[in-house]
């Protein structure tokens, strides 16, 4: 069959406390329908968490208008650990998270009339979409980017749109993000400083800023909801980049991993292995989250930022009527029906 990519899943964001978070994002975002949360050990992640077996808080939040979602994530034995520095734009990792909008100037009012403060105006990218960012009570920056990717109607905010990563040399990480992963359209690409980076940590130093979509359209199960997405690569010109998890565990706080949904585990592992991406953690078959199931692996890219692949097999469409889908009994490279995914609307979270 070959492996294909149903688009972006989930961000999973490292924070002090999974409900306080949620409820912000659900007020900054409208990212409200819970498909799955549960409290558990993270036993497979050892490698990344100092060799011992750590419990964990996590929900997976979506928007129904479409995108990606968020895995809010709290370690719950023991503190998590910010990092020993403050990040600078550039350095290695997951630095921002990108929200989808339907209009960058409505979204920026609003969050005005909300109380939460943008960092800087709405500004131009040269495809014409417009865009602004934000940090929330962690200080976790995000960036709200208008897209034209919906699943449904979207009156307030979006799912998570993609991600800005540091990384150390652009032509080196394209090697995962662009030839195996499919992110081949550029967007953008310029060596500058750019007037967007200013209200950002060293973001008036220059920086090659590398924006990639999909060329080709996304398939499977989830990709009409998921959508393809962005990712948004950034090189430090001027300095030598830090690692935003130096010397941490995955789980402490900040962006910890970005995830994409696929079909085909096997096909996928040995494209990345070929290509020099062998994964680093397989939970070889299904895991259990509670709600949901599946089986997940992880890679380091060439900076070792974490990218976790999921392959879903049962999610629940109506939790509270004990409806769950196992999709592996359905066509592999069809999208779900729409009635379908329209029904976790049931499953939103209201304040």
């Known amino acids: 069959m070959g492996k294909r990519i149903s688009g972006i899943?989930?961000?999973g964001i490292g924070i002090p406390d999974v409900h306080k978070a949620w409820k912000w994002y659900r007020n900054a975002f409208g990212i409200d329908i819970r498909m799955f949360e549960e409290a558990a050990e993270a036993a497979l992640m050892t490698r990344y968490t100092g060799?011992?077996?750590?419990?964990?808080?996590?929900?997976?939040?979506?928007?129904?208008g479409g995108g990606a979602g968020m895995e809010i994530w709290q370690f719950t034995s023991r503190e998590p650990q910010p990092a020993s520095f403050e990040g600078q734009l550039g350095d290695t990792g997951i630095f921002i998270c990108k929200v989808k909008c339907k209009d960058a100037d409505a979204m920026h009012s609003e969050h005005a009339r909300r109380g939460i403060a943008s960092l800087g105006p709405v500004h131009s990218r040269p495809d014409g979409s417009k865009h602004f960012y934000l940090k929330d009570p962690h200080g976790y920056f995000f960036e709200v980017v208008e897209s034209n990717e919906w699943f449904g109607p979207a009156p307030y905010g979006g799912g998570v749109g993609g991600a800005v990563l540091g990384v150390s040399d652009v032509e080196t990480s394209l090697k995962l993000y662009r030839d195996v992963l499919g992110y081949d359209h550029v967007v953008m690409d310029e060596t500058?400083?750019?007037p967007a980076f200013a209200p950002l940590p060293s973001g008036g130093q220059t920086y090659r800023r590398v924006v990639l979509k999909r060329s080709q359209p996304t398939e499977g199960a989830f990709s009409e909801l998921l959508g393809g997405g962005e990712i948004e690569l950034v090189q430090a010109m001027d300095r030598e980049p830090r690692n935003l998890f130096e010397g941490r565990f995955w789980g402490d706080l900040g962006f910890i991993h970005l995830c994409w949904d696929i079909r085909d585990m096997k096909a996928l592992g040995q494209e990345l292995e070929a290509a020099g991406f062998p994964f680093t953690v397989d939970s070889s078959s299904s895991f259990d989250m509670g709600e949901a199931?599946?089986?997940?692996?992880?890679?380091?890219?060439?900076?070792?930022?974490?990218?976790?692949?999921?392959?879903?097999h049962k999610i629940p469409i109506v939790k509270k009527l004990g409806w769950y889908l196992d999709t592996r009994t359905r066509p592999q490279g069809k999208p779900l029906p729409?009635?379908?995914?329209?029904?976790?609307?049931?499953?939103r979270v209201k304040d």
């Open 293 to 312: 199931s599946g089986q997940f692996t992880y890679v380091e890219d060439p900076d070792g930022t974490w990218i976790e692949f999921v392959e879903t």
């Open 338 to 347: 729409k009635w379908m995914l329209k029904m976790l609307r049931f499953s």
């Open 9 to 11: 899943q989930q961000v």
């Open 51 to 64: 060799g011992e077996v750590h419990a964990r808080h996590a929900a997976l939040a979506l928007h129904m």
């Open 192 to 194: 500058a400083v750019h």
